[in-house]
Each structure stands twice: as structure tokens, then as C-alpha cells.
């Protein structure tokens, strides 16, 4: 793996990333939530991008891995200004946006932000909205009044944490009522035994996106994570058609 290096922002906030020079459009990995580029997906990414010449960059949010902060003060507005930061800093040319779960979510407010350069994106059990679906009434209620809610996590011992601020920036961040306007060509991919994320929240995503270019990959035994041998095989064979499509 490259070094990693840090990108400091105006307020303090010191960001870790991985930035591979190569081919463009320069493949941009954004982590789900709580997650970090040194996930598998992440790094599987990286090193194909690496042995095919492939430029990609690589980082951790606010709160999260390397990068300092409070991961309680993270949210998506924070963190799609990060995105955007690097790319501005450290990125020529265009992009294709590759989102897992929470990433999926956050891909989609920094293409909306990116505009021309946006190339393409590859959605991975995208989460778009899942402050509004994915909580109870009362869950939610915790939250507006100014209460954290802790969940059950599959992944680790540590429960899940939805801080408030997490959750009011993500409800002003709602995206699947109405048409999102990105006419890039766009890869989704879900497992149909997603636990976490429903793998109908893709077809509702593909039918909001206002390109036509759009095609959807139902792994019919895949879990949320997709993280599984053949799950990356998948991801990088997307990865792949897709530029080879935006080259022609």
C-alpha cells in the first residue's frame, strides 16, 4: 500500500489518505459508516488499481481511522466537505465515486457537488436516507431531542452509535423523494440478504437517478458487507466495465 499521507483543512481537521497516481478518472473510495480505507473493499480497490495503472485515492473521514476529530462530531455535510477538500487538493481531472452502505449515501451528495467532473459511481449496498428508514419512530424521537441511540453491532463489540447531529444533518440530507439529479453513468451493487440496508433501497436509488445509464446487481446470497471473495471479484469487474466504458 502507498504511504499514507494527511491533508490538513482551514479548522484543524487533519485528514489520512492514500492517493495512487495512474489513469484517469481517478477511482475515489468512500467508506460506510464507521468504516475506514482499510477495509477490504477499500484495499482491494486500491491494490487493483495499482497493478492495472489506475489512479485512486483512498481516505478516512473525520473520527474515523487515521484522521483525527471526534467521530460524535461527524456527519454528512462534514464529511462530503472532506471528500470534496481532497479531490480539490489532490485529484486532476475527473472521478467515479465508489460508495459502500453510509459511502453509498455520501457518493451521491458529492457527485451532486462535483458536477462535470463527475465521471461515474459504484454503489455498494448504498444507504441513502437511512436516518429516515432505518430507525424507529421512537428511535428517532431519542435522537431529535438531543440523545445518542446505540445499537446492536454485527461487526464488533462496541454497540453502533447514531449521535444527534449525525442524525439532523442526515435527515436535511434526504435524497430518494425526489429525482437526483446526476446523469453520470452509475453501477449498483446489493446483496438480496442484506440485513441492514434493504436491497429494494438500490431500485428505489436506480429509479430516482436521473441517468439512464444506470444497472443494478442483485447478489441473490449476498450479505450487506459484500466483502466475500467473489463479492470483490464482482466489485472490481465492475469497476473495470465501467471505465472501460467512459474510455470509449
Known sequence: MTDIRFHDLADGRRIAFRHLEGEGPTLVFLPGYMSDMDG????ALFEWASGEGRACLLLDYSGCGRSNGDFADGTLSRWREEVIALIDAHVSGKVVLVGSSM???LMLLCGLELGERLAGMIGIAAAPDFTEWGYTIAQKRVMAGGETVFEDNPYGPEPTPTHPGFFADGQAQLLLSGEIAIDAPVRLLHGQRDEDVPWDTSMRLASALRSDNVQLALVKDGDH?????????LLLRTASGLLAELAQ
Open 225 to 233: 458487507r459484500l466483502s466475500r471473495e467473489q463479492d470483490i471479484a
Open 103 to 105: 459511502g453509498g449515501w
Open 40 to 43: 477490504g473493499k477499500a484495499t
